[in-house]
């Protein structure tokens, strides 16, 4: 693939015009809103999913505190603080991070602190890698990098040597795993037609809770903390070697990169695939293009790249970001913070951390089930507030007797609202955005969500009612703060600022 951008076609052999449409017309015309071709593309691509849940999700395990147990004649009067006077650990030393550093009583903190560091990495990387993936670099080149950093910072976190040799790599993994589900869900969605874009862009989630649920059937098997960093970044290792080289990089990336051949090249393909045919003299077109001035159109395709100061100048995105953003956090904060109650139950660890992750999956069916239905703006709406109510009848109820099971109650129906919402949002925020600046948009609100994800521990700290009380908060002002953002249900997805900026304009007529 050159980086010189190829020429559009813009007659027929036999001298006259081709017929210039948009990708959208082109998949809901003829070449399949999705077929197999889309099925076998969303499908190998939203498996990187189950990659960022092994990354992610790994320090449940790996930085855990295992149990003790007696081994002097006196088991009553034990330093708690001291490993070997009269009691050691479950599993021994190498079983987690906990066990191997001593990092209980006054050194606990550098647990959540690590955990802190491996979310700020995502953080960053999912503003680096949302750029990257708009730009030169391109959806299928972003998904590339990260799989193979994954692989080589997941294999050196196992011969760390140190705490803070491990916090480092902690921190570098949270970096490129920040960019894995951002490119996989933008590369999975857009050959995706309008038709069923919506319900594709849910169940890229679906990889997500059994990324979850394979980690802790891994985790039961690998009970050494370095044996499970090895174990979990081989899948990555997998993904980049037998999986990347069958993806097809985006047909509208390459259209906003002014190749248009190559995005009509993925087009015939997909149609083709899928029993279908389009005319030869047909080509693709962003949105707005002026069939009058296609030589001046194409030229500033050639020079487009997306940033953030893009999205910044325009009111419409401004206006946008800023919501999506601001409740991107709360419900990050909500999900997590929930998330983290139930991990602290006393059960099991391995049996509750896959009970966790099959939960979610009634919240992602009910919203794909509803997405086209209802549309995505009354869904989030109303999943957010329903989080919301019952983190806030959690804080009003008590805490004796049956009061706990009413509590523990609203707080499992906290995080079917909250997941449902988190599955939701993001194809409602890629919705939002045109296709130059769509990364860089879902890149700033990863970001929030990283940010909200790292203060979730925190908020959870402060009490049995403080946190319910922010959960309800978070949960009620987030679904306020989405009554403001416009429905993208059945609506065009542009390609361009002008595009967006002229529908906006339409729709205002």
């Known amino acids: 693939m050159g980086s010189k951008a190829s020429e559009p076609l813009l007659a027929r052999p036999d001298g006259y015009p081709v017929t210039r449409m948009s990708i959208d017309d082109m998949l809901s015309g003829y070449a399949g809103d999705f077929g197999r071709w889309q099925l076998r593309h969303f499908l190998l691509t ?62 606990k903190y550098k647990v959540g602190l690590v955990q802190a560091v491996f979310f700020a990495g995502c953080m960053v990387g999912a503003g680096v890698f949302g750029h990257l993936s708009d730009s030169s670099l391109g959806r299928k080149g972003s998904l590339t990098v990260v799989c193979a950093l994954n692989t080589i910072f997941g294999l050196l976190t196992s011969i760390a040597p140190s705490y803070w040799v491990y916090t480092l790599l902690r921190f570098l993994t949270g970096f490129s795993t920040g960019g894995v589900g951002l490119c996989a869900f933008v590369l999975a969605t857009e050959p995706v037609g309008p038709s069923k874009r919506g319900a594709a862009g849910m169940s890229t989630f679906y990889f997500f809770s059994g990324g979850i649920a394979i980690l802790a059937g891994i985790a039961y098997q690998f009970q050494s903390w370095r044996s499970l960093y090895v174990v979990t970044s081989l899948p990555s290792l997998l993904f980049f070697l037998a999986i990347i080289p069958f993806l097809s990089e985006s047909p509208r990336w390459y259209l906003v990169r002014g190749k248009v051949n190559e995005a009509v090249n993925v087009m015939r393909d997909i149609s083709r695939t899928n029993g279908k045919e389009i005319p030869h003299h047909y080509s693709l077109k962003l949105d707005d293009e002026d069939s009058e001035d296609k030589e001046a159109g194409q030229q500033q395709n050639k020079v487009s790249s997306g940033s953030i100061l893009d999205v910044l100048r325009s009111r419409v995105t401004r206006v946008r970001l800023i919501l999506s953003v601001a409740i991107n956090l709360l419900c990050s904060i909500v999900y997590y913070g929930l998330s983290l109650n139930v991990v602290n139950l006393k059960t099991n660890l391995y049996a509750s951390v896959l009970l966790n992750s099959l939960a979610e999956i009634p919240a992602y069916a009910l919203t794909a089930l509803l997405l086209d239905r209802f549309g995505r703006k009354p869904l989030a709406i109303g999943t957010m507030i329903l989080s919301g109510v019952f983190c806030t009848i959690g804080l009003l109820v008590g805490v004796f007797g049956e009061m706990e099971v009413t509590r523990m109650v609203c707080g499992v129906v906290g995080i079917f609202g909250m997941a449902a919402t988190y599955n939701l949002l993001f194809i409602y925020t890629a919705e939002l955005f045109p296709t130059v600046v769509r990364n860089v948009a879902l890149g700033c609100t990863a970001q929030a969500c990283q ?56 729709i205002l007529k």
Not at 470 to 498: H, K, R, W
């Open 451 to 506: 940010l909200g994800a790292i203060v979730a521990p925190f908020v959870v700290v402060l009490g049995e009612s403080v946190p319910f009380a922010v959960f309800g908060v978070s949960g009620i002002l987030g679904g306020i703060l989405v009554c403001y953002l416009p429905e993208t249900m059945n609506q065009p997805l542009y390609d361009t600022m002008a595009g967006i900026e002229e529908g906006e304009r339409e």
């Open 46 to 107: 939203s498996a990187a999913w189950a990659l960022e849940a092994l990354h992610t999700m790994v320090m449940i395990f790996s930085d855990r505190e295992p149990g003790r147990v007696c081994t002097g004649a006196d088991c009553t009067s034990l330093d708690p603080c001291r490993p070997g006077s009269g009691w050691e650990w479950v599993g021994g030393p190498g079983s987690s991070i906990v066990a191997e550093w001593g990092l209980v009583c006054g050194e």
